[in-house]
């Protein structure tokens, strides 16, 4: 029983932590959060299965397809619902934009797809157990993810570029950095790694339109348990979080395994506003 | 002697005025019940169950209005709240768990679980950031219905449960519509008495001006779970007659959709408004039933319509139908404050108790930006504190009003040390602040804007403004009167009916005066209250300065102007780097060599 749980948690968890990391990037170049990053992750699973099983292309073409039309998602995010609040972020009307970006895809989604779970190809067929896809691909992709971000923040212009932005926008600015490409870029990167997640993930979560909300909310979980914009306080909260929630489901059933979670979600946030790795705010007067 | 006259014909006109605006103001909920009322009469049972969902869907959202419209809080997932009711009306009224309720027995005890679990719901709103809460209330939202749809011994599973019924005469399809009408008639009635009262106007001011709440001592946690309380209880009512409605409830019934409504309902209707998300529900809920080839869109539709209001008319529908604040307003007015009518304001007799701050420390990081202050405000006095940019003269003015805790020092007034970091608690104590920055509510009226002032100085609770008691009426009377008293003190009072937006910025300080003299203090600390103003302003407000000081009340005033200073200040503190660089009265700081080297210029 340990053993599944260790298996199936960090399987699952490592799509939490990507869908989270998703949310860090975005967050990273705007201050904003977007619910479009649960939505990504179903999209990566989608578009998946669209393109390897339906239109049959071959695994490397089909992922790269997905990416980019992921990509496209998000630098569509950032026009139509980040780019014209960014004036006023202090009213928050970004998460209404971003909601209503994120309802209008998953809408299409339920449409045009399919409103049931449907298939998602087997890759790499390896074996049964443990060795299967469904449980060592997300863990893989997290690495691999985590690893290529690591060098782009730290060998790559484009990459220190992304950290002075972060960092302070304004002197970012005023060094001449493109603002606005460098957001458009995170968006579109942030929009691929969520889409991956979800294609590294499809054979756990299968392509279900459903999938949207509940990876916008346990994506979220790791991001505030691990402090806004902190990549390794995601993925260390990502893979918690889904021991903690296989733990449960093995424990305590199903229901109690999401009400486990939630109250988890709602006490440490009481009790670390900030999160557990996070800084403290700034002052307000 | 032209005033006398006039002032006697006031009372007269003002009725009559105050007649005719609410009567501009319920005229249009008139209507909208009246024409819900004669539905079934013209039209089939179909349209008849459309308007009773209408009338659910609005006895749910009008108490989340006071939620997401008035404390801008964005609750996303409250369809989980009438999820709870419905499956609490259905399984109590059926007796699968415990022996049957009566039916309106089992309505109570969903309105009290939608209460709890409300402000269980709510709880991150009180600590966290916008976005973490619309995340939570999301998350509330999809284990709810995970849980209708696993805990089959009691909700049925996917199965279902049959949902309550009515007794006659509610039991047929009209006489279900008459009875969810008249709830959501009274919930209009509630949420409006709600709105109207200072817990509304302390909602909004949480909203759009949460630090200048603080400052004039209210509790934004209370106010918040009162209204958690009021707006679960509302849901879950409404949930108990959509299990009815429905006969037969599922989880599928409550899906995220419906969640989307009610939250879009009101951002279409209009931020503080109750008219404007009534009639965004009744179009959202009549919107599918036109297009009925979209039906399956609708979602789409409504998220669209979300994103196209906040993009392109954040105002919504209520702003669409302001036209009274539409009208030009004179471009060439000017501030006049009558000091005089003074008195009769701050009635308060004066104190003889001093704030005096003693050794106060305070540095951001390493940076010491007040470094071992001692100050003194005595009642009767103004005291001027001046100093370069990035002296500590506002910092200090934060730490007095409870904003900054100082890492060591105190703040005591007479006996008594003042708390510190707490700057909910100083309004009780009679110290009143205005900000660098005027902090007032855009979308309120300047009245409404001086009333958020005196929001602690009411008696009635929460429950009587909702059912409108006596005491809710007196306090709005009393808080009105007093409110024109203020304006007419600091020269706004032609003003009083004009959004504070569309303002210009010396009036918006004055306003802030106003809203401060509310507390009838005891104690005022002015921010840089003439930055900005015109030289006849800053001379009239030096008078009004003058008069407030003259009724006992001691004043702290940060200012850059130096003849303003000079001109009305018994003492002065000059700051420099966090200290103190000389302190005395205007003749001695003026002789005193270092600052008029440094500061003054000379």
């Known amino acids: ?285 | 002697m032209k005033a006398d006259t006039s002032a006697a014909a006031i009372p007269d006109r003002k009725t009559e005025r105050h007649w005719r605006d609410s009567a501009i103001h319920v005229l249009p909920f008139l209507a909208i019940f009246g024409f819900a009322a004669i539905v079934p009469m013209v039209t089939n049972d179909y349209w008849a169950l459309i308007a009773t969902r209408a009338a659910i869907y609005w006895m749910l959202v009008s108490g989340l209005n006071l939620v997401v419209g008035f404390a801008g809080q964005l609750a996303i997932g409250y369809v989980a709240l009438l999820t709870l009711g419905a499956y609490t009306t259905s399984v109590l009224v059926s007796g699968n768990v415990l022996p049957p309720f009566p039916l309106f027995a089992a309505f109570g005890v969903a309105a009290l679980f939608g209460a709890i679990f409300g402000v269980i719901v709510g709880l991150p709103a009180l600590r966290l950031r916008t976005f973490y809460f619309a995340m939570s209330t999301l998350g509330f939202a999809t284990i709810v219905t995970q849980i209708a749809l696993a805990w089959q011994s009691v909700t049925g599973g996917g199965i279902g449960i049959a949902g309550p019924e009515f007794p006659p005469p509610f039991n047929t399809t009209t006489g279900l519509f008459y009875f969810c009408l008249g709830c959501a008639v009274l919930g209009t009635w509630m949420t409006a008495n709600v709105a109207h009262s200072r817990f509304g106007r302390a909602l909004i001011a949480i909203r759009d001006a949460e630090v200048a709440t603080e400052s004039l001592g209210i509790s934004k946690p209370k106010m918040l779970v009162s209204i958690f309380l009021l707006a679960g209880a509302f849901a879950a009512f409404a949930g108990g007659l959509f299990a009815t409605l429905q006969t037969y409830i599922t989880p599928d019934a409550f899906s995220f959709d419906l969640s989307v409504l009610f939250f879009i309902a009101i951002l279409i209707g209009g931020r503080g408004s109750i008219l404007g998300p009534l009639l965004g529900t009744i179009i959202l809920t009549l919107l599918p039933e036109f297009a009925a080839p979209l039906a399956a869109w609708s979602t789409f539709l409504y998220a669209v319509l979300l994103l196209a209001v906040v993009l392109v008319a954040p105002g919504g529908i209520a702003a669409l139908l302001d036209f009274k604040n539409r009208r030009p307003l004179q471009s060439n007015r000017a501030i006049i404050p009558r000091p005089a009518v003074l008195p009769e304001l701050l009635s308060r007799e004066s104190a003889h108790t001093t704030i005096a701050l003693r050794d106060i420390s305070l540095s951001f990081g390493a940076v010491r930006a007040i470094d071992g202050l001692n100050l003194d405000i005595v009642p009767a006095r103004i005291h001027g504190l001046i100093g370069p940019n990035g002296s500590g003269k506002t910092t200090t003015l934060n730490v007095i009003s409870g904003y900054y805790a100082p890492q060591s020092g105190t703040v005591s007034l007479g006996d008594t040390e003042l708390p510190r970091g707490r700057p909910e608690t100083r309004a009780e104590h009679g110290i009143a602040r205005t900000f660098q920055t005027p902090r007032t509510v855009g979308e309120a009226s300047v009245l409404q804007n001086v009333m958020i002032g005196g929001t602690i100085a009411g008696q009635g609770t929460l429950v009587e403004s909702l059912l409108s008691l006596p005491r809710h009426r007196a306090d709005e009377r009393m808080l009105e009167e007093t409110a024109r008293l203020a304006l007419r003190v600091v020269g706004l009072e032609s003003l009083a009916s004009v959004r504070a937006d569309r303002l210009q910025h010396s009036e918006l300080r004055f306003l802030e005066i106003a809203r401060a003299l509310m507390l009838r203090p005891r104690f005022l600390m002015l921010d840089e209250p003439a930055a900005g103003l015109s030289v006849d302003e800053i001379a009239r407000l030096g008078g009004l300065i003058k008069e407030i000081k003259g009724q006992g009340v001691g004043v702290l005033l940060v200012e850059h102007h130096a003849d303003l200073i000079f001109d009305i200040c018994d003492q002065i503190t000059v700051l420099n780097l966090g200290r103190v660089l000389a302190a005395g009265t205007p003749s001695e700081i003026r002789q005193h060599k270092e600052v008029v080297s440094a500061y003054l210029g000379g």
């Not at chain 1, 990037?25 to 619910?35: A, D, G, L, P």
């Not at chain 1, 950290?163 to 990167?189: C, K």
């Open chain 1, 1 to 285: 029983m340990l053993a599944s749980i260790l298996a199936s948690g960090l399987a699952v968890g490592a799509v939490y932590a990507l869908i989270g990391v998703t949310y860090n990037t975005m967050f990273s170049t705007s201050r904003v959060m977007s619910f479009t990053a649960g939505q990504l992750g179903m999209l990566g699973g989608v578009f998946g299965s669209l393109f390897v099983l339906r239109l049959g292309l071959p695994v490397i073409p089909g992922l790269i397809a997905t990416l980019l039309c992921c990509a496209v998602v998000g630098v569509i995010t950032e026009i139509l619902a980040v780019r014209p609040v960014l004036k006023s972020l202090d009213q928050h009307l970004y998460v209404l934009s971003t909601l209503a970006l994120a309802l209008m895809v998953q809408q299409i989604t339920a449409i045009e797809w399919s409103t049931e779970p449907q298939p998602f190809p087997k890759i790499f067929d390896i074996g049964p157990g443990f060795l299967d896809q469904k449980f060592w691909l997300p863990i893989a992709a997290c690495a691999v993810t985590i690893v290529g971000l690591e060098f782009l923040y730290r060998r790559t212009l484009v990459g220190h570029a992304f950290v002075a932005i972060a960092e302070d926008n304004f002197a970012a600015r005023a060094l001449g950095l493109p603002e606005r490409n460098l957001r458009m870029a995170s968006y579109a990167l942030a929009a691929a790694i969520g889409g991956f997640a979800g294609f590294a993930g499809g054979q756990l979560l299968l392509a279900f339109v459903a999938n949207g909300p509940l990876l916008n909310f346990y994506g979220f979980v790791p991001v505030a348990l691990g402090g806004l914009g902190n990549n390794r306080g995601a993925v260390v909260g990502g893979l918690a979080l889904g021991l903690f929630q296989q733990a449960a489901n093995f424990l305590v059933g199903g229901i109690f395994s999401s009400v486990a979670v939630f109250v988890m979600f709602i006490v440490v946030l009481l009790a670390a506003p900030q999160g557990l790795f996070g800084s403290s705010s700034a002052r307000r007067v």
